[in-house]
């Protein structure tokens, strides 16, 4: 059972930065799709990015293009989320997920494992 653990969380102000990162264990990263999804008070939880599992494909929520980069270190087990120009919009849970194979649009439903979740926080 591959478990995943997400760090890097925060509190920021807006135009700021944040890196969370993704460390997983029991299943080999380098074989898997990963994605980042959040989730507001009130709100569905929603794929902000996700990157297969060679990295040479991503998805980004509209959003967020411009702003966050996903990225992989495949022999550290890790994955990414770089987070610039953050606006209070962007506060959320942040949680980290893994699956086979990535499709176009990253849907809750596709991802088996999940991590616990870091919070990141916007001010304005």
């Not at 411009?66 to 606006?87: C, E, H, P, W």
């Amino acid at each position: 059972q591959e478990q995943l653990v997400e760090s890097g969380g925060g509190l920021v102000q807006a135009g700021g930065s944040l890196r969370l990162s993704c460390a997983a264990s029991g299943r080999a990263l380098s074989t898997s799709a990963m994605a980042w999804f959040r989730q507001a008070p009130g709100k569905e939880r929603e794929c902000v990015a996700a990157i297969s599992s060679s990295g040479i494909t991503t998805y980004y929520k509209d959003s967020v293009k411009g702003r966050f980069a996903i990225s992989r270190d495949n022999a550290k087990n890790t994955v990414y989320l770089q987070m610039n120009s953050l606006k209070p919009e962007d506060t959320a849970i942040y949680y980290c997920a893994m699956a086979p194979y990535l499709i176009a649009i990253p849907k809750t439903a596709h991802f088996g494992s999940w991590g616990q979740g870091t919070q990141v926080t916007v001010s304005s």
